[in-house]
Every structure is written in structure tokens, then in C-alpha cells.
Nanobody
Framework: QVQLVESGGGLVQAGGSLRLSCAAS????????MGWFRQAPGKGRQFVSL??????RFYAESVRGRFTISRDSANTVDLQMNSLKPEDTAVYFC???????????????WGKGTLVTVSS
């Protein structure tokens, strides 16, 4: 059974930092891109960042320069979030895709999400 489990969410003040981690199990993800999406209250799920199986990194314009995605192994992916803003408040989801797609519909696997709250 494939599982993606996120950790590291929490409450932080504006300007602060958090590091999210995602651990995948149930299969090897060496041929998959892994990344992060987020969903704010009342909004749809949005792309945040993706790292391909070859190490190419992609970011949403709203987080470029503040967030950094990394992948230490085939089955783990982290998201370092710096200079957080109240508008970054959302549930953050880990996802995996056999390719480099960056839309929610294209993802093959999802985690259950972790809440990030940024206070002003």
C-alpha cells in the first residue's frame, strides 16, 4: 500500500520559517517527480513546488526565492519555507507524479496534508 506522510506543519509568525518533510512508502519513487501543493480555506488546490526524478526544481511564482525543495532519497522530499507570509497559510500536501506535471489532476499519489498557519 502506497503512503505519503507529511510532517513539519505548525504555527509560525510572519517572517519565520518551517520545514516540511514527506516520506513515501509502499513502492520506490525513483522514477517519479515529487512535490508540494497547498490548499487555503475556500480555495482550490494549488501547485507550490516540484522536483523531478533528475533533480530539476520548479516553483510557483508566489514562493520563488522563499521556498526551497530538496530530495535526499527517492522516497523523501522536503520543503524549506522561509520568509513566511500570512497568505502562505494552507494545508500543504505532498504528491508524486510519473512525469513532471504540475497540476493536481496529474498527480498519481497524495498525502493527507499538514497544516501551516502563518500569523501576522
Amino acid at each position: 500500500q502506497v503512503q505519503l506522510v507529511e510532517s513539519g506543519g505548525g504555527l509560525v509568525q510572519a517572517g519565520g520559517s518551517l520545514r516540511l518533510s514527506c516520506a513515501a512508502s509502499g513502492r520506490t519513487f525513483s522514477n517519479y517527480a515529487m512535490g508540494w501543493f497547498r490548499q487555503a480555506p475556500g480555495k482550490g488546490r494549488q501547485f507550490v513546488s516540484l522536483i523531478s526524478r533528475s533533480g530539476n526544481r520548479f516553483y510557483a511564482e508566489s514562493v520563488r526565492g522563499r521556498f526551497t525543495i530538496s530530495r535526499d532519497s527517492a522516497n523523501t522530499v522536503d520543503l524549506q519555507m522561509n520568509s513566511l507570509k500570512p497568505e502562505d497559510t494552507a494545508v500543504y500536501f505532498c504528491a508524486a507524479n510519473f512525469g513532471q506535471a504540475r497540476t493536481p489532476e496529474a498527480m498519481d499519489y497524495w498525502g493527507k496534508g499538514t497544516l501551516v498557519t502563518v500569523s501576522s
